[in-house]
């Protein structure tokens, strides 16, 4: 578990801040590698979702590996209502198909008081996940346009699933990460995505120490 790592981004209209609450990683993995990963936000802002997916796709690649959008997979009427375990199951087998050994799937959550959201994440060993049912639970983000109104600090998860051929579709790693009251899209998802970078390195979870220098000397 990594705790209380704090990423803070000023610029001239004022602050945004991301924090990194709390990781979770298989303690079956020791290194993870992924040769192509297809990235996946969800949330009902599409400007966001873009941004998200474009800039994590970038960060992937310049790391050596291959990356794919979702919003480049998913066509619109996917997102647009449920889908059914079916489904899900179909998209992970044309995943397969096409070579895809990884998800990394973040979600943007809503906001609840401090003693439940920490209970919940003191419990997030016990999270047994597989990426079809984390996106059936949470599907709803993307079509419900009222979920975030009554929210300053928004509550986001990243996970990484495997769906290696012969392996358990398994979750990997997961953290969760807290923006609070984010100046504009742009700065929120440049802190997220560094401070995703950053605790995924230290980790050694697709992203190593080499990926992270190389990262920050840019």
Not at 176 to 193: E, G
């Amino acid at each position: 578990m990594k705790k209380g790592i704090v990423f803070i981004v000023c610029c001239l209209l004022g602050c945004s801040t991301a924090e990194l609450i709390n990781t979770w990683k298989n303690p079956e993995v020791v290194v993870f590698d992924a040769y192509k990963v297809l990235v996946v936000g969800m949330t009902p802002n599409e400007e966001g979702r873009e941004l998200f997916e474009t800039k994590m796709k970038r960060e992937l690649t310049q790391s050596g590996v291959e990356a794919m959008r979702s919003i480049d997979l998913f066509d619109v009427e996917f997102t647009n209502s449920p889908r059914t375990e079916e489904e899900l199951n179909a998209v992970e087998q044309q995943l397969l198909e096409k070579d895809f050994d990884a998800i990394l799937f973040t979600k943007v959550l809503g906001s609840e008081n401090r003693q439940s959201f920490a209970k919940r994440i003191a419990d997030i060993e016990g999270y047994e996940y597989e990426f079809q049912e984390d996106y059936l639970t949470h599907q709803n983000i993307y079509f419900d346009d009222n979920y975030y109104e009554e929210f300053t600090v928004y509550h986001a998860e990243t996970s990484l699933y495997c769906i290696c051929i012969g392996k358990e579709r398994r979750l990997i790693w997961r953290g969760s990460i807290d923006i609070t009251d984010p100046i504009n899209i742009r700065k929120a998802v440049d802190d997220y995505i560094r401070l995703l970078v950053v605790a995924m390195t230290e980790e050694d979870v697709i992203f190593h120490e080499a990926d992270e220098e190389e990262i920050i000397s840019r």
